[in-house]
């Protein structure tokens, strides 16, 4: 068509309209390749919590990207978001890459549209499912990527919404391949991406219409099993046994024919906190192990950086545990111990220039607001760190767990401002507040 247009034209505008084709085509591979290098160096290490130059991003979805277009521009929208939104200031204003980022994502979007039509019509089609697990791949990773990218914007919670998709997409391939035990990098790989963001999405998701807390997903490969995966699976197990204990007080109220506040709880028998403490260990013996092997050639000062990032991870797993879990009594005489210890990691981890694992403290410094009720210069200080990590790390989801900790720290309820007494606020409150995500 363009050719069409170009002959069309006088001799000399059809000289300048194909100087102009040129360069354009020129100039839109420069920054596709700008755009890909970003996102290898700057957003996918910002995407695990500890990068690593074999990441599944670059040795197995990057190869990925260059045989699917659908996949490649996605990607490439969010290295754009991720440029748009990154800054030092803490309230990103518009810029040239926002609309490069948008017309990206709108592509990406309308391409995986037509892909996912295409799966639909062929559900009973007699095409090799080879074939069509490979497009099913290709639209899971694709719908990932969007789902990163909306993480990365602004007040964006659309995120919500692509790992949903994310989550139907895999169950439809599970169910397809069910007698079918080979396993698939690609696919491994992108079931636990959506499992680890399902993970920190189900710490603030309390409401019934959140079916996948207990039912969480497990790639076939052990493969990824490493680093700071042990405690995810501790915040997993945690989260799925604080919703099991509310829903049974739940179910022995309306048994006994209490009438109290509907989201009041029965006392249930104590839990024995040994054995989480115990699980709790476990993580941060293995991650300890792990990430010393990762970066033994990486120089003293990085260790140390990766030593006090574990800790506080550490420390943010016993305090959840014991808000979630334990007696009031028991969690008040633990938090009151781990949480000044926490204050004092994440105060080094913030204290110098932004660093390639800044991003792992996001998740830390969340549960330690969630115990500042009670002091407004800790309060400060969380916000304070909360908003330079937003600038300089670009992950914007993280703002929603940053308006959730004000709306905790400034509501009247004063039955809310006790050791853990964010869990009550936060399912009482959960229509009103929306969603967050710390991640």
Known sequence: ??????????????????????????????????????????????????????????????????????????????????????????????????????????????????????????????????????????????????????????????????????????????????????????????????????????????????????????????????????????????TAEERRRYTLSQEVKASTGNQSHSHSQLPLPPIDMAPWRAKVELAHARASADTTRLITTHGSNTQKWMDAIIRAVYHASLIYAYQCLAPITESTAEIGTSLPILLGEIEFLTAGPVHSFSHDIFVPLFIAGTECWDDPGRQDAVEKRFRELLAAMGIWCNFTALRFLKAFWETKRGEYHRVGGWIPYARENEGDNGPFLVF
């Not at 929208?77 to 990206?104: D, E, G, K, M, Y």
């Open 1 to 238: 068509m363009l050719n069409v247009r170009i002959s069309s034209l006088p001799p000399d505008r059809q000289t300048a309209a194909k100087d102009r084709s040129l360069v354009d085509s020129y100039t839109s591979a420069i920054l596709s390749r700008n755009l890909f290098t970003h996102f290898n160096i700057k957003v996918a290490p910002r995407l695990t919590w500890v990068d690593r130059p074999d990441h599944p991003w670059r040795k197995v979805i990057a190869p990925l990207a260059q045989r699917s277009k659908c996949l490649g521009l996605s990607i490439l929208s969010v290295a754009a978001a991720h440029i748009s939104f990154t800054s030092s200031n803490l309230l990103p204003t518009a810029n040239p890459t926002q609309s490069i980022n948008h017309r990206l994502r709108d592509a990406s979007l309308h391409m995986l549209n037509q892909k996912i039509n295409t799966e639909l019509a062929n559900y009973h089609s007699t095409t090799d499912h080879l074939s069509r697990d490979s497009t099913l791949i290709e639209i899971l990773a694709t719908t990932l990527v969007l789902c990163y990218g909306e993480m990365l914007i602004p007040h964006s919670t659309d995120w919500n919404l692509h790992l949903h998709a994310c989550r139907v997409l895999i169950e439809r391939y599970t169910w397809r391949n069910r007698h079918n035990k080979s396993p698939n990098a690609a696919i491994d790989f992108i079931i636990r991406e959506v499992a680890d963001i399902e993970v920190f999405r189900n710490i603030g998701a309390f409401s019934i219409e959140q079916p996948f807390i207990a039912d969480s997903l497990h790639p076939q490969s052990t493969l990824l099993d490493d680093y700071f995966h042990t405690f995810t699976g501790v915040f997993r197990e945690i």
